[in-house]
């Protein structure tokens, strides 16, 4: 069982950054997607970006160009670099990881960090 610790959440005005990282324990498959869901209040957990082992990554359309997801391997660590926020980005922000690639364009699948809260206030 893989263990998810994200960090790195918190409140920003509209227009700015911020970036979330993951830390992860246990056995990471080569196989494995690793990714970023959030969910607002009221609406379903979404898929926001993933990213395979080998670095290739697939984004929601309404946050591609804007937020960059990326892979540390050597620290089994990923993060998301949020740039240009509005206030649709608000939501809990969770990790997520499947050792076979199911989430790879989103659903409920694999292991989830306990979430992280993103505000974007207007």
């Known amino acids: 069982q893989v263990q998810l610790v994200e960090s790195g959440g918190g409140l920003v005005q509209a227009g700015g950054s911020l970036r979330l990282s993951c830390a992860s324990s246990?056995?990471?498959?080569?196989?494995?997607?690793m990714a970023w869901y959030r969910q607002a209040p009221g609406k379903e957990r979404e898929l926001v970006a993933a990213?395979?082992?080998?670095?290739?990554?697939n984004y929601v359309d309404s946050v591609k160009g804007r937020f960059t997801i990326s892979r540390d391997s050597a620290k089994n660590t990923i993060y998301l670099q949020m740039n240009s926020l509005k206030s649709d980005d608000t939501a809990v922000y969770y990790c997520n990881h499947d050792k076979s690639g199911r989430n790879w364009s989103g659903g409920i699948f694999g292991s989830w960090g306990q979430g992280i809260q993103v505000t974007v206030s207007a």
């Open positions: 990213i395979t082992d080998s670095g290739r990554t």
């Open positions: 246990g056995s990471i498959e080569r196989t494995s997607v």
